[in-house]
Nanobody
Framework: QVQLVESGGGLVQPGGSLRLSCAVSGFTLRDYAIGWFRQAPGKQRELVATIGSGGSTNYLDSVKGRFTISRDNAENTVYLQMNSLQPEDTAVYYC????????????WGQGTQVTVSS
């Protein structure tokens, strides 16, 4: 059974840091690309960061230099290190994995709340 379990969200003051984790089970992570998305109240879900199966990364412009996406294929876990957090980073954060080749199956985590506030 495929399962993605996110953790690490919470309340943090502006300028603080959090590390989100997404533990996957039911499949082998190494064949999948990974994305972290976020959705703030009243806004559309947006792609924050991606990491390919080969390790290449991409980031939303507003988080470049502050967020780092990484993967541990041996542990079947995905991470998003978030530094210098700002109130505009407040959102529910979701991880998504998608197989690099056919059948390109994709799976979502349940989301974890990140709130940046003083």
């Amino acid at each position: 059974q495929v399962q993605l379990v996110e953790s690490g969200g919470g309340l943090v003051q502006p300028g603080g840091s959090l590390r989100l984790s997404c533990a996957v089970s039911g499949f082998t992570l190494r064949d999948y690309a990974i994305g972290w998305f976020r959705q703030a109240p009243g806004k559309q879900r947006e792609l924050v960061a991606t990491i390919g199966s080969g390790g290449s990364t991409n980031y939303l412009d507003s988080v470049k230099g502050r967020f780092t996406i990484s993967r541990d294929n041996a542990e079947n876990t995905v991470y998003l290190q978030m530094n210098s957090l700002q109130p505009e980073d407040t959102a529910v954060y979701y991880c998504k994995v998608q197989r690099d080749y056919y059948p390109r199956d994709a799976y979502w985590g349940q989301g974890t709340q990140v709130t940046v506030s003083s």
